[in-house]
Each structure stands twice: as C-alpha cells, then as structure tokens.
C-alpha cells in the first residue's frame, strides 16, 4: 500500500531517511537537521514536497519525497522524484513499480514531467527507471549550497 505521510508517521519517515542517507545512493553526509525541515515541510503543507510511505504485511518498508516544481523547458509542471527508499529486504518485490505507477495515475493530469537523480552505480534502480520509460539527460548538474 502507498499512502501519504502523517503527523503520527514522522518518527517513521525520519527513521527510513535516516537508513537512506546512511546508504550507498547518498554520495555525501546530510545533515540531519535538514531531513526534519523537510518531513516538517511535508506535514506543513504540500505546496513544495510530497511524502508517501509504502506497507507491505503491516510493515513500513519504505518511502518516497516528492518535490514540485516548473519547467519552461518542458512548458509545465514537473515532479522531482527526490527520494525512493526500500528496505533491502522488500526489494525487487514490486513496489518500485507500483510506486511509479501511482505516480502516472495521480500525477500525469497536472505534470508534464517527471525528473529524478540517481547514483550510476545504482543499476537495480537504474533498470526499473529505465523499464519505466525514464532516459538520462545530458545535463551536468551544479549546485551552490548556503547551509542554514
């Protein structure tokens, strides 16, 4: 099951990230500070993020952040896949796909893209975008951070 994010699930959500930025897909430590501003965020108000937790058996075995924004490149709105997180016990399952599909379902009326970054090396994720219909953009990203 994928349902959204509640107040009484922030414990949760901020465990799983917890596992997730303690991972192979995140290149570089992330504050933690930083995760409770964005599970606040979510429960705020879902003008700028998304979140949904994944149950399989009674279990929590994941979750997904979403961010909104707009593209003059693709002439509407677009929604960044920021995070998808499984347990690697619940990988492979499915649920990545599922995931996806939701997204088609609920989304595709009002967006015109979806946009995600994943490490190369991720190829077990690399192969369900791909299957997906997702391709690489040429692009090399760059950012200029100012830590708060």
Sequence with gaps: MIRPITPADRSIYLSLMDEFYHSPAVLHPVDRRYWERAVDEMLRSDAYLLGYLFELDGQTVGYAMLAR???AE?????????ELYLREAFRSRGLGSEFLHFLEQTFTDTCCRFRLE???SNERALALYRRHGFEPLPYLQMIRDFPR
């Excluded at 693709?74 to 920021?82: M, N, S």
């Design 69 to 71: 924004a707009y593209s």
């Design 118 to 120: 994943i490490e190369p």
């Design 74 to 82: 693709c002439g509407g709105p677009v929604l960044w896949i920021e």
